[in-house]
C-alpha cells in the first residue's frame, strides 16, 4: 500500500511512526520481505561523514562605526582567506582556503594546513575568529583597516552553504606509478601500496535513494548536528553514469547542494581537516530521511554492501578524469574487509570517511523523527536522473591571445 509524507508527518506527530535506520531496514527486508517491510517502516534515516571539499560559510559580520566596504578589498581571518565582494560586510570562506601570501602555499607534503575549513570549525565551536581588513574607502563607506574579532553568537546571519556534497559512489584511489603521490583521496603510496575509498556504503544518503525518488529540491535533513536542507543537485551532479540492476551507479554520479544556519550545528560534525601535500578541507556529517512511500523505495534502502561497486582508479595517470579507464570494480564489503586484489596483489584499504559516525548521525536523526521533532519535507522539485540530459563536463579550454 502506498503512503505519502504527509501522512507518514501525521504518524510523526502522533509518535506512532515506524523509523529504521539503513542498516536495520537490511535485516528487516530479508526477514519479512520488501511488501511487508513497506506496510511497516515509515522512514529510514541514513548517514556519511567524510571530507567535503566543496563546503563554505557565509555571513553578514554587521557594520563598523565609521562603516567599512570590505568588498574589493582583503579579508582574512585567522590569517585565511576569506571573500567579500558580495556586498559591504557579507563575508564567505570556502574549506579550503588558505593564505595566498603565505610562503607555504606549495603545501609541502607533511605540513599541517590551517584553512577554511578549520574557520567553519571554529565558528561553529564559538570561538572568537581573528577578522583582518583593508578596504579602500568611499565616501559612504569611508574607513580603509579593520582589525577585530568575531563571534558567531554575534554574527546576523551565518549559513553553512556546501555546493557539492554527499557524492553518489566514488573512485577506489591506488597509484601504479614508482613515487608516492599526495591527493584529496590522501596519500597513496607507490606500486599499489594502498586503495582508499571515500563512502558510507549501505548507509550513504544517495546510494539509499538512488534514482532521486525521495530526495529532492527542498528535502529537510540532519547537516553538521543541525537542520539543514537540500538546495539543488551539487555541482558536478552525474546522474547519467552506468549503473546496475538495483540503479547503483558504478561510478561517481549524483551530488547534493546543501544549506543550513551554522548557529544550530556542531564543531563535532564540522571538522576541519588537513590532508598531506594537498591542503585544507571540512569533514560534514550529513543524514537524509528516506520516506517510505512504496515497495520500490524499500527495496532501495535495503541495499548491501555486497550489491555496492566502485571502480579502483590509478590517481598517477587517471586524475581528473573521473570516468577514467578502470582498473578493475570492488564492492563496498570487500573494501571494508580491509584488504582487496589488484593485478594480482593483496592492497591494503582504507577509508577517508567515518562508518561509526555515518551509523551515529543516521542514529540520531532516527531520534529526532521517533521524538517528533524533525518532520519530512515535500521536495519542491525532483532532481535530475538518469534520464535527463544532464551530465557533467570537462573544461573546455581555449587558447588565449
Same mark, same amino acid.
Given at each position: 500500500? %502506498?503512503?505519502?509524507?504527509?501522512?507518514?508527518n +501525521?504518524?510523526?506527530?502522533?509518535?506512532?511512526?515506524?523509523?529504521?535506520?539503513?542498516?536495520e531496514?537490511i535485516?528487516?527486508v530479508e526477514k519479512?520481505g520488501a511488501?511487508?517491510?513497506?506496510?511497516?517502516?515509515?522512514?529510514?534515516?541514513?548517514?556519511?561523514?567524510?571530507?567535503?571539499?566543496?563546503?563554505?560559510a557565509y555571513?553578514n559580520?554587521?557594520?563598523?562605526?565609521?562603516?567599512?566596504?570590505?568588498?574589493?578589498?582583503?579579508v582574512l581571518?585567522?590569517?585565511?582567506?576569506?571573500?567579500?565582494?558580495?556586498?559591504?560586510v557579507?563575508v564567505?570562506?570556502?574549506?579550503?582556503?588558505?593564505d595566498p601570501e603565505?610562503?607555504? =602555499?606549495k603545501?609541502y607534503?607533511?605540513e599541517?594546513r590551517?584553512g577554511?575549513?578549520h574557520v567553519?570549525q571554529?565558528?561553529?565551536?564559538?570561538?572568537?575568529v581573528?577578522?583582518?581588513?583593508? %578596504?579602500?574607502?568611499?565616501?559612504c563607506?569611508p574607513r580603509?583597516?579593520? +582589525?577585530?574579532y568575531?563571534?558567531?553568537?554575534?554574527l546576523?546571519?551565518?549559513?553553512?552553504f556546501?555546493?557539492?556534497?554527499a557524492?553518489?559512489?566514488?573512485n577506489?584511489?591506488?597509484?601504479l606509478s614508482?613515487?608516492?603521490?599526495?591527493?584529496?583521496m590522501?596519500?597513496?603510496k607507490p606500486?599499489?601500496g594502498?586503495?582508499?575509498?571515500c563512502s558510507?556504503?549501505?548507509? &550513504?544518503?544517495?546510494?539509499?535513494?538512488?534514482?532521486?525518488?525521495?530526495?529532492?529540491?527542498?528535502t529537510?535533513?540532519?547537516?553538521g548536528?543541525?537542520?539543514?536542507?537540500?538546495?539543488?543537485?551539487?555541482?558536478?551532479?552525474?546522474?547519467?553514469v552506468k549503473r546496475g540492476?538495483?540503479?547503483?551507479?558504478?561510478?561517481?554520479?549524483?551530488t547534493?547542494a546543501?544549506?543550513?544556519?551554522l548557529?544550530?550545528m556542531?564543531?563535532k560534525w564540522?571538522?576541519?581537516?588537513?590532508?598531506?601535500?594537498y591542503?585544507?578541507?571540512?569533514v560534514?556529517?550529513?543524514?537524509?530521511?528516506?520516506?517510505?512511500?512504496?515497495?520500490?523505495?524499500?527495496?532501495?534502502?535495503a541495499v548491501?554492501? +555486497?550489491?555496492?561497486?566502485?571502480?579502483?582508479?590509478?590517481y598517477?595517470?587517471?586524475?581528473? =578524469?573521473?570516468?577514467a579507464?578502470s582498473?578493475?570494480?570492488v &564492492?563496498?564489503?570487500e573494501l571494508k574487509?580491509?584488504s582487496?586484489?589488484?593485478q594480482g596483489?593483496?592492497v591494503?584499504?582504507?577509508?577517508? &570517511?567515518?562508518?561509526?559516525?555515518?551509523?551515529e548521525? %543516521?542514529e540520531i536523526?532516527?531520534?529526532w523523527?521517533?521524538?517528533?521533532?524533525?518532520l519530512l519535507?515535500?521536495?519542491l522539485? &525532483?532532481l535530475?536522473?538518469?534520464?535527463?540530459?544532464? %551530465?557533467?563536463?570537462?573544461?573546455? +579550454?581555449?587558447?588565449?591571445?
Open positions: 500500500m %502506498a503512503k505519502t509524507i504527509a501522512e507518514i +501525521e504518524r510523526i506527530k502522533k509518535g506512532e511512526a515506524v523509523v529504521v535506520t539503513a542498516e531496514i535485516d528487516i519479512e511488501e511487508k517491510a513497506a506496510e511497516k517502516v515509515d522512514v529510514v534515516t541514513t548517514g556519511t561523514f567524510g571530507p567535503m571539499c566543496s563546503s563554505a555571513f559580520i554587521g557594520h563598523s562605526k565609521p562603516r567599512i566596504k570590505l568588498g574589493g578589498g582583503r581571518l585567522n590569517g585565511v582567506e576569506a571573500y567579500a565582494g558580495l556586498a559591504a557579507d564567505i570562506i570556502g574549506a579550503t582556503a588558505l603565505d610562503p607555504r =602555499n603545501v607534503p607533511g599541517f590551517y577554511g575549513g567553519i571554529d565558528l561553529a565551536a564559538g570561538k572568537d581573528r577578522l583582518t581588513a583593508r %578596504a579602500y574607502g568611499t565616501d563607506y580603509r583597516e579593520l +582589525e577585530t568575531i563571534n558567531i553568537r554575534d546576523n546571519e551565518a549559513v553553512l556546501n555546493p557539492r556534497n557524492y553518489q559512489n566514488y577506489c584511489a591506488v597509484n614508482d613515487e608516492i603521490i599526495y591527493t584529496y590522501g596519500a597513496l606500486d599499489l594502498n586503495a582508499n575509498y558510507a556504503g549501505q548507509l &550513504s544518503p544517495l546510494l539509499n535513494d538512488p534514482l532521486y525518488k525521495t530526495i529532492g529540491i527542498g529537510r535533513i540532519f547537516l548536528g543541525g537542520v539543514g536542507y537540500v538546495i539543488g543537485p551539487g555541482t558536478q551532479h552525474a546522474p547519467g540492476e538495483n540503479g547503483v551507479p558504478l561510478a561517481p554520479a549524483g547534493l546543501l544549506q543550513g544556519d548557529k544550530q556542531s564543531p564540522l571538522v576541519g581537516a588537513s590532508f598531506q601535500g591542503g585544507a578541507t571540512l560534514v556529517g550529513v543524514g537524509v530521511p528516506i520516506p517510505v512511500l512504496d515497495e520500490e523505495i524499500v527495496r532501495y534502502t548491501r554492501d +555486497e550489491e555496492i561497486f566502485t571502480q579502483i582508479v590509478d598517477s595517470v587517471a586524475y581528473p =578524469n573521473l570516468q579507464e582498473l578493475g570494480k &564492492s563496498y564489503a574487509s580491509g582487496i586484489r589488484i596483489k593483496e591494503p584499504t582504507a577509508p577517508l &570517511s567515518s562508518y561509526p559516525k555515518a551509523r548521525i %543516521a536523526l532516527k531520534a523523527i521517533s521524538e517528533g521533532r524533525f519535507t515535500e521536495p522539485a &525532483s535530475p536522473g538518469p534520464e535527463d540530459d544532464y %551530465a557533467f563536463k570537462p573544461l573546455k +579550454e581555449k587558447a588565449v591571445v
